[in-house]
């Protein structure tokens, strides 16, 4: 199976992605103090090194692991280091080798996401976290159903892990903050066609969808609730072998 690799993006990936930087500071230090008793961590899908490089900079001992080679350069321009491109359903590590793992925005870009999951737990002893937003996004809501409303759906692949709370129950849940999103600046970067859901959208539909886009969406602002997820490995890996 073909992976889905950032690579076109990866020069915009940090101006199009995640919350302000205000509340990436704050997730980030919680997710420091949960992981404060994890020595070795890998940051699967570690991208541009958004969490892996302030992480290594505190002291912890993090590997990262992606299939965009541009993605990894980027997070090397950074200082980020121990990183390794490559993929996460057969990952290059022996049984027990981390402590922790950091897996984000990842899982769903998989069709075979039980099989990466299983990789995380083999090589992860302790226990797997991620981000979780907790409310919709009106404007990637609109966009796939204007597409659907012409006749193409999306195609799908795999599961976002924080759906897995939804048969795994988290060890830990932690709030890190609410936020509000400028619909201005969503519309803008799924004009681009930053986000790798629409790269298969002919480009014809895609501008067509557009238009009415942005008919449908004022200027306005929508919030976020964003979460931590951890769960213990074992759990897990208990649930993977039902």
């Not at 570690?46 to 912890?60: E, I, L, N, S």
């Not at 799924?190 to 969406?217: D, Y």
């Not at 004022?218 to 649930?239: E, F, G, M, S």
Request: glycine share 4%.
């Amino acid at each position: 199976m073909k992976r889905i690799s950032f690579d076109p993006v990866a020069e915009v990936f940090d101006k199009t992605r995640g919350p302000p930087d205000h509340v990436m500071k704050q997730l980030l230090k919680i997710l420091e103090k949960e992981l404060r008793d994890c020595n070795t961590i890998l940051d699967a899908g570690v991208g541009t090194g958004r969490f892996a490089k302030p992480m290594q900079k505190q002291g912890f001992e993090v590997v990262g692991i992606d299939i965009s080679r541009k993605m990894i350069n980027v997070a090397k321009e950074k200082g980020t280091v121990n990183l390794f491109r490559g993929d996460v359903c057969a990952l290059p590590f022996k049984d027990g080798s981390f402590d922790a793992a950091i897996c984000n925005a990842v899982l769903h870009l998989i069709s075979e996401w039980k099989t990466a999951l299983r990789e995380i737990c083999r090589v992860t002893t302790r226990v797997i976290a991620s981000t979780s937003h907790e409310r919709p996004n009106p404007v990637r809501d609109a966009y796939t159903r204007l597409l659907e409303e012409y006749g193409y759906r999306m195609p799908k692949r795999g599961r976002p892990l924080e759906e897995l709370k939804s048969f795994v129950k988290p060890s830990r849940s932690i709030q890190v903050a609410k936020y509000y999103v400028n619909t201005e600046e969503s519309v803008a970067n799924m004009n681009q066609r930053v986000f790798s859901h629409q790269w298969n959208v002919p480009e014809a539909l895609h501008n067509k969808v557009m238009i009415e886009l942005k008919r449908q969406i004022k200027n306005k602002t929508y919030q976020q609730n964003l979460r931590i997820l951890i769960w213990n490995t074992r759990d897990v890996a208990l649930y993977l072998k039902e």
